[in-house]
Each structure stands twice: as C-alpha cells, then as structure tokens.
C-alpha cells in the first residue's frame, strides 16, 4: 500500500481532528510559513527532477500542521503564486501521512504540535487563496506566537552566554532597527542564494545581526517598519561571526515569525522602540577616517586572508577605470517598499501593492570601478549613488539626460587624478550554509584632495 494514500473513512475540516484515516476534501488555515520552492533529485528517477515547496498552516491556537506540495515546476510555480505568509488558503484533497520522527524530513522542518502531515500532489491538490474577511478568527491567529510567551532569550542573555549559545538554536523577540538591501551570493556549488541582513534590537541590547535566507521569508520581512514592527522568531540559528567578532543570528528551515505578537513582552518592547534613541548608526566620515587603517592596494590585498583590523582604509590612489560612458545599463533604482526594480523613465514600481503610494526609490550605480597606486590595482570598487553625483556634479537624472561623448569628457576630469581613497572592505559569508565561504567586497566611501606639505 502506498504510504501516502489516505483511507477514505471520516472527512473533516479542522486541524485538530485529523487521523491516519482522515480524508482531507477542504481544509482552510493561515499561512504560517511559507518554504522557496526547490528542487529535488529522485534516487530512482534521476534524469527527472522534483519539485517541492512547504507550508505551514493553522486554524487554532495550538492547532497548525506542515503541507508539502510535489508536482512539475509549472504546478509548482503556479500554487506557490497564489498565495503569501499570513494568506487565507483553502487546501483540497490532502493525503494524510503519519509523522516520521526519525527522518531527515521532520529533523529540518519546523516543528508542529500535530503527530500528522499533510501531503498535496499533483494535479489532485490544490491550494486556493480566500477571502480573509470571510474568516476573521484566523486572521487574528497571525499575533499569537507559537511558543509560550516567555519562551525566548533577551539579546543580553545571548551576548552575555554566547560560548555556550554557539550552533544552538534560539527563539527571539526582538524590534527592527534597520533593514539592508538584498544581496545574492553564489555558494561553492556555483547556486545563488538570497540574503537579507536586518539589524535588531530589545529592551537589554541595541545592537544585534539577523541574516534571513529564505526567499520567502525575506519577501515577508520585507514589509516590516523599524522602530514599529516586533517580531517573535522561533528557532534561529546562533553561530559566531569570525570576522566581526561577534554572535549573529540566522533563519533556518526551522525557523517561524509572528509579526506584532500578542503578548505583554510584545507591548513592552514596541513602547521601548518608540521612545528609545540610538546614536548614528555609522559616525561621521571624519570619524570614520580616523579609524581607518592607512595602507597601500598590494598590503590591503595581502591582508584578504587573515583578520582585518578594521572595515576602513585609507589609499593614495588614482581611479584607473570608471565605464560611465558605455550603452550598458548604468544606473538602477529599487523601490523603498518591496526591493523591486522601478522603471528609470516612469519612476514607478510594478508591485501593485505599492501603487498610487509616494513610497521613494532608491538609487544604485551598477558599474564598478578599478583603483591603482604603485603597488597593484583593485578592481570590482563599489560607489554609492551620492558620492557618484558628487564626483560628476550633477544628479544621476541629469547625468542619464547627458550624451556619450559629454559623459566621456566628464568622465577624463578625474581618471587618473591621484586622490586619498577612503574605502570600507566587507566580508560576506554564510555561516549557516555547509558550503560556506568568504568574499570580499570593497566600496568607496569618501574622496579626499592630497596636499604638497
């Protein structure tokens, strides 16, 4: 008998009721979680690969259970659009599987109080968006977390314990401080993977990293407010950060947010949010300066590879190669809101959710450049959009007005003008992944005259 057939004896409609003899025709919950859609190779079929995405989804306080859902990459494509994290879903014609406790499956999903799970495959099941109005009572499961109350740690806790929190998992509750741009990163198997660093904050501490890989999960952080939105986060990854010596945190397969929970902690730390005041969150570039190491491209190249004693150098160096004059896509702008590309001529955002709101873009130089002095070059230098407008004198929607042979005129004012470069040097890694690695990326900060003494 096939594992996952279901026998067809009691139909329902509630978690809760759920047993081995269950047959599932309609099952409406709140997305708790929603899983990036991967791709798996079957032992027995290998030339044909599967696709699959999970779910968690709840009808009660106590009552949530985890779906999987197996078909081709269109039917995947197509059930994973039609819904986000905290939708209503109608699930159709779910098998009901046992639990295995001892398999790798429940060992890397997120842990439900549920002995069963629930399988949709295809073309039979379906997962059908709904109404939220028509169901209140699971719109306001989305505030109740999945753990007690006071089950987690404080940051303090954390920092204070951190030889003992090292690889543990943890839950959290804690406020957004600030929210960093996506970055995609290519691992040691040549796979790109998502990354979004949020800085946190709570009652004991300031200061705290939370790196969020899931596709998913990011395109949900996406919508949090700092200073206003409190997560509860159950069962991040902790490790230890080598390059900025430090605890950090990680989402994992495991790992679940309740937004703006319900709790009494919740309230005391969106109260602490409001009034708090935190110093600048990067001093002033004189400040900045002072700190920084003074050094030449060849030893900055050298010290790659061991610790860096600061995220600053100073180099006395010309710009030997800035392509602001080629046909490629120079500029880009992302929306403020969602991270998505807004169109250059327009200045409007496709996600409908952003329409008809003066949310703001953001401005990115998508071209690189190479920096030498005497001793090598540097090449792949990142510039931010302000200190491209500062250089050229003009704004970035006024420089896209320019033709090519005005922009190669601006652009020999400063090749090859030998200036003191300030520029930050950031390490990448990805602690949380097996196939974790380091990479190097450089920006520059300030441009500063040099003076005869």
Known sequence: ?????????????????IRAESEINELTGLVLLKQEKRVVTSPKNPLKPLHVFGIIIRDAEMDFIYVTCWGSREYIEH????????????????????????SDDEVYRPWTPSDYCLVLNEPTGLIELTDESSRPDLISLASFPIRDHNDFYTLEDLVMDQRNKINQDANLLFCIREIKSVQEIKNRNGQMRSKLELIVFDQTKDYFKLNIWDKELIKFASSWLVKKTVIFAVDLRLYFNE???????????????????????GYCLYKHAKACQFAQTLPIIDQIKDKAIKTNIESLRKSLGQALLSEF?????VITSFDI??????????????????????????????KGQDIGYTKLVNRTLNVSDHTSTLTGVKISAKLFESIV????????????????????????????????VTCQSSESDENAFLKYYFKLINIDELYDN
């Open 1 to 17: 008998m096939n594992d996952y057939r279901a026998l067809t004896r009691c139909p329902i409609t509630r978690i809760g009721d």
């Open 79 to 102: 059930m994973a659009s039609k819904f986000e994290i905290q939708s209503i879903v109608r699930i159709k014609n779910a098998i009901v599987k046992i639990k295995n406790f001892e």
């Open 243 to 265: 390059y900025t010596k430090c605890l950090e945190a990680s989402t994992t397969s495991r790992t679940i947010f309740t937004v703006n929970p319900d709790i009494s902690e």
């Open 313 to 317: 150098v100073l180099v006395d160096a």
């Open 325 to 354: 004059d080629s046909n490629l896509s120079l500029f880009s702008l992302k929306c403020k809101r969602c991270n998505l590309d807004v169109n250059l001529i327009s200045k409007k955002c496709p996600n409908q959710n952003c």
């Open 393 to 424: 004198g003009m704004t970035i929607e006024d420089f896209m007005k320019l033709d090519d042979e005005a922009k190669t005129r601006l652009k020999w004012l400063f090749l090859f003008e030998r200036k003191r470069l300030l520029i930050k």
